[in-house]
């Protein structure tokens, strides 16, 4: 009965019986040996006879080969390994290899067709995912991003017009001076409060004005007049994501119009909230309504700066020149 072994494993099996000393198992298995590839079979007829020259041993010789001819002997079963290492070609044999030595082989020398797959490496799965989370983020805040501070301070020249530049600033410090104006009026009250109490014939009427003064009507912008005020929200480079736009801002704050103005030779659209006939109206809209907290780096413009002429072109569309 033939058995078939890949020539890998049969290589390795004959060098593991030479480290071990098997000689006359090694020569048996040798001499039986053949292969149906052309190529395969020459190499294992060269290997029989190096074999029966280096390793068989006279009559009545005393003990093995020497060490060296077995090292040569296996020196050579390892470049006829390597020649037919991909090659996928078999071995016949009659004598069947141990299968535990056959076990062992395969467990110490994995062949190409038993080798563990390589695990691939998750981190470029892992920095395509950042990637994509962080364009999708940019993206979903861009209306933000592009209306802070520190970003318009490195906005090219020629995307934001020169009038608007000290409306930028002017917009930084309207916080700062809500806040100045709130305390001015607290300690106001406080004081007006002291006053009253020491005089009680009066006290009814005076608390009736502080009540009456502490209820603020909540700014609102004109529902049909342009105004000579406007808060600006965003601005875009195409009409329609402008609209697009307008529509939530007005959803927000009551009204919203779409503003367009050439910048560089090319038109550029602005998202405002219009109505308001002086600043003090458009700053207390802004507090109220906390405009800021939504678009941050919204600012206060008059119409008249870089906008002379002001021309309807649809519903809601207006063009300055």
């Known amino acids: 009965m033939a058995y078939q072994t890949n020539s890998g494993n049969f290589f390795d099996y004959l060098t593991q019986m030479l480290v071990e000393n098997k000689v006359s198992e090694t020569i048996q298995i040798l001499s039986d040996a ?14 029989k006879l190096r074999a029966n020259k280096k390793l ?9 080969p020497p060490k060296t001819q077995i090292q040569d002997v296996i020196k050579l079963i390892k470049e006829l390994k390597s020649a037919h290492y991909r090659r996928e070609v078999k071995v016949n044999t009659l004598t069947e ?35 994509l989370g ?36 002017k917009a930084s410090a309207a916080p700062e001076k ?27 009427s005076s608390s009736a004005s502080l ?10 912008p004109s529902s049909t007049s342009i105004g000579k005020y406007f808060i600006q ?35 550029n659209y602005k998202i405002v909230i219009p109505g308001f006939k002086t600043r003090e109206n458009a700053e207390d809209f802004q507090d109220d309504r906390k405009v800021d907290r939504l678009y941050v780096g919204a600012f206060i413009q008059p119409f008249r700066s870089g906008c002379g002429n002001l021309t309807k072109l649809e519903e809601n569309v207006y063009a300055c020149k």
């Open 34 to 47: 053949s292969s149906s590839d052309p190529t395969l079979n020459g190499d294992l007829k060269f290997l």
């Open 56 to 64: 068989m041993v006279p009559a009545g010789g005393v003990g093995g």
């Open 97 to 131: 290899p141990s299968k535990k030595a056959m076990k062992q082989i395969r467990k110490n020398n994995p062949s190409v067709n038993t080798a563990t797959k390589k695990k691939r490496s998750v981190w470029p799965w892992v920095l395509l995912f950042l990637l």
């Open 134 to 169: 962080g364009g999708a983020a940019g993206y979903y805040f861009k209306d933000q991003i592009l209306q802070n501070e520190l970003v318009k301070k490195v906005i090219p020249a020629g995307f934001l017009s020169s009038n608007e530049t000290p409306e930028i600033n």
């Open 178 to 204: 809500a806040k100045k104006q709130a305390k001015k009026e607290t300690t106001t009250s406080s004081s007006s409060s002291t006053s009253s109490s020491s005089s009680l014939p009066s006290s009814s």
């Open 211 to 220: 009540s009456s003064s502490s209820k603020k009507k909540t700014t609102k």
């Open 233 to 267: 929200i965003a601005s875009y480079t195409e009409l329609d994501q402008a609209k697009s736009k307008r529509k939530r801002v007005e959803m927000s704050f009551d009204r919203a119009i779409v503003l367009q103005k050439d910048l560089g030779g090319k038109p």
